[in-house]
């Protein structure tokens, strides 16, 4: 059984998934009230409520940490003491800020020989999962275009200062990097970026409401991906996304925020895909990965290959 610690709520914190969980139970928090877990959890009178970061890491009986820090601009260093405390460690993206505090993580990961990983389940839930058993079949020939759209609401809890969250490109326009990489399979070679604060309610805030990523491709392709906070509640989605891929035979689309698949090579319209199988869960299988039962489809590299870009592209915007 593994034994898991929380550390704040500031993103999509994992204790639903743990209440009655098989394999792992929720042993102690810090930075989150009883009152924010499920019923059953903050019932739980063994349940040890830590004063400080430091107290939680620092407890014997934790093997597994999950990070969704207050500031996301601490939450690199906390993940690197974290696992230097001999803790896995799972953490919301972004992971980190910079490129130099990735590159950190990962070789404090090798370094102690604990288990790093992001949030990084994107392109194995449905309908994601099934498009890319659609690219791995070969189908769809040589993928040369990828297209993709990630579009939220805006609401006034969002922050105006990019350290608390990470900012538009690196918590919600990862998600389409994902789906380039990931899914799609096609590998980034570069990127530029724009971005803008035009609708942005808050008079000079930094909560920058629309982005646009082009990207080329290591085999000679290219994706484009536009996000944003402009989404409206007349679609009927939290998440209004859409992806299609483009290959030299076919193409394959999401639409709608998943609601809408289609599968068309040559001359035959498929129709939807079917998204019936329930794809790979994500954290399920990082636990199975630390009890030596199964692996994840990706190498840490790869997995954290997306955020990378993301960090690229939102430097490049500096300079």
Known sequence: MIRVGLHGLNGHQIHPALVAHPNAKLVAIADISREKLAPSQAADVSLRVHASFDALIADPDIDFISLCSPRRADQAALAIRALRAGKHVLAEK????????????IAAARETGRVFHEMA????SQPYFALR???????????VQVISEKS????????????LDGGL?????????RFVEHVAGTQIASVLAAETTLGNPVAGG??????????????GGLASITANYLNQSGTGVWGNESLKILGSRGFVESAAGGKHT??????????PLDTSSPGINWLDTIFSDIEGRGKLPLTLE??????????????????
Request: net charge negative; hydrophobic share 45%.
């Open 94 to 105: 972004p992971c980190a800020l910079t490129e130099a505090d990735l590159d950190a993580i």
């Open 121 to 124: 389940g994107t392109g194995f």
């Open 152 to 163: 939220y609401p805006y609401a006034d809890w969002r922050p105006q200062d990019e350290a």
């Open 133 to 143: 058993e659609v690219v791995r079949s070969g189908v769809l020939g040589e993928i």
């Open 206 to 219: 930094g909560l920058r409401m629309a982005s646009a990523l082009l990207l080329t491709l290591r085999n």
């Open 169 to 177: 490109i690196l918590q919600n326009a990862v998600h389409a990097l």
């Open 302 to 319: 790869e997995e954290l290959s997306p955020t990378r870009w993301a960090l690229r592209a939102k430097a490049g915007l500096a300079r």
């Open 262 to 271: 289609r599968l068309v090579v040559g001359d035959r319209d498929f129709g």
